[in-house]
């Protein structure tokens, strides 16, 4: 008697915790909104942590381009040994004058050069490089905006095989209660055999599509994982119950988002980014024919002095400053080739810009007609769900009075549920048609 109080005791203590630990493994779960995850995805992404190592790359770039403009200051010791010093006063053939030098020698000076011309070459290579580091700040706007398009192709798949698996489930589970209903009229002989197999041939098609509908969610939730750069096999929840409410787009006209992408774009603008540089580049290779003009200065002290006559055992110590001025002759000619390349690559990257703004232009005009095409979408799939609900009330009632066939009331049901799944197919793409558009224009 004492043991079964025991058992009762654990038994009551066991049903009161079960629903504690339920629902603190329920709160533990990590639930994510499609915004969530771009916030995720921007501090994460591996794709968008090479973008930005791109862009700080640049910046390093051009802090090297001004440290070009700084003087060039060495200094340099040497020590070696000394042959005979021979001079031939009377010919190569004739006994040399042996001049008394140290059998070693050593020197040590600086050399100072400051560049303070060159046609503009450095100053110009700074603001080249301010222009390398704003395209890739521009790289990294478009790389951010493909990696949250990624993110919301992945997070709205997951969304709609979670709503196919809600409805095939629900579907599964009111076939199973169809299946006992006909089994019990069979027994009564008011139904035939056959209506039975059908039925079960029905419920395991749906079962297996579940399996198939699983499978996915565990891809596309793998998938997610890494867009937002974690471990693929973390585990996390999206809220699916609310549907995507065609309501919340508000759509300007095709015009309006057309002078968005031509003003905001980032593939736009790193476009025209290039024209600016091949036209510095045009500058930049014109300027060969300049003078180049520098400051330089060196002193060196050396030992045995045989450089000057009369030729000294002494330590001594000469040096020069001035400036000098040089000019390449021969690039006269020769530059002339260089110059008329860097207008012709200009004169691609004019092309290339004008051949990227119309297609922009394209892609606007698909994406929002995609858009539009969505939104009527949506709207015929909700008028299918009712008349196709409403079609299976009705032959389910004739069927059970026997006025139809079993085959009539499964095709009505596998048309309802094709409603179901199309309105939510319906729904994703009109979500995702909008986030394309708005990623294409460059404010997503």
């Not at 771009?38 to 381009?65: G, P, V």
């Not at 390349?341 to 994406?367: P, T």
Request: overall charge neutral; glycine content about 4%.
């Amino acid at each position: 008697m004492q043991q079964y109080k025991l058992i009762t005791f654990i038994g009551i203590v066991v049903f009161l915790i079960s629903p504690q630990n339920k629902a603190q493994t329920s709160d533990s779960t990590q639930v994510l909104t499609l915004e969530k995850v771009w916030s995720i995805s921007e501090l994460h992404n591996r794709q968008l942590k090479l973008s930005d190592l791109h862009r700080k790359e640049s910046e390093l770039s051009i802090i090297e381009a001004k440290d070009k403009l700084l003087p060039d200051l060495s200094v340099a010791g040497d020590f070696k040994f000394n042959s005979k010093f021979l001079i031939y006063n009377n010919g190569l053939l004739a006994s040399p004058q042996d001049v008394p030098v140290s059998n070693y020698g050593y020197g040590v000076g600086y050399n100072f050069n400051l560049n303070l011309y060159s046609g503009g070459k450095e100053k110009r290579n700074i603001k080249m490089k301010e222009e390398e580091e704003i395209i890739q700040q521009y790289e990294f706007d478009l790389q951010k905006n493909n990696t949250k398009y990624n993110a919301a192709v992945a997070y709205c798949d997951l969304y709609k095989f979670l709503q196919f698996r809600e409805f095939i489930s629900t579907e599964i589970s009111s076939e199973k209660k169809q299946l006992q209903m006909i089994e019990n009229l069979n027994k009564n002989g008011v139904v035939m055999k056959s209506d039975v197999l059908r039925t079960s041939v029905k419920l395991s098609q749906l079962e297996l599509s579940l399996s198939d509908i699983e499978k996915k969610i565990e891809v596309t939730r793998q998938k997610l994982n890494i867009l937002m750069g974690r471990d693929g096999n973390e585990y996390f929840e999206i809220s699916y119950q609310n549907s995507f409410e065609p309501n919340t787009i508000r759509e300007p006209d095709y015009n309006a988002y057309l002078d968005q992408a031509l003003d905001q774009s980032p593939q736009y603008k790193i476009a025209y980014s290039y024209i600016k540089l091949s036209e510095m580049n045009i500058q930049q290779v014109q300027s060969a024919v300049l003078p180049k003009v520098s400051l330089y200065s060196n002193y060196n002290y050396t030992f045995p002095q045989v450089s000057f006559y009369p030729y000294s055992n002494d330590l001594w110590g000469f040096g020069q400053t001035g400036i000098r001025v040089q000019f390449s002759i021969d690039n006269l000619y020769k530059n002339r080739h260089s110059v008329a390349h860097a207008r012709n690559l200009s004169d691609q990257q004019k092309e290339k810009a004008g051949i990227k703004k119309d297609e922009i232009r394209m892609l606007v005009k698909d994406a929002y007609l995609q858009q539009q095409q969505a939104v009527e979408s949506v709207e015929m799939a909700e008028k299918n769900i009712a008349k196709t609900t409403e079609t299976v009330r009705v032959i389910r009632n004739s069927y059970l009075n026997q006025e139809s066939l079993l085959t009539d009331l499964l095709d009505a049901e596998n048309v309802l549920l094709e409603a179901k799944l199309n309105l939510t197919t319906a729904q994703v793409t009109l979500k995702l048609s909008h986030i394309r558009l708005l990623a294409i224009i460059g404010i997503l």
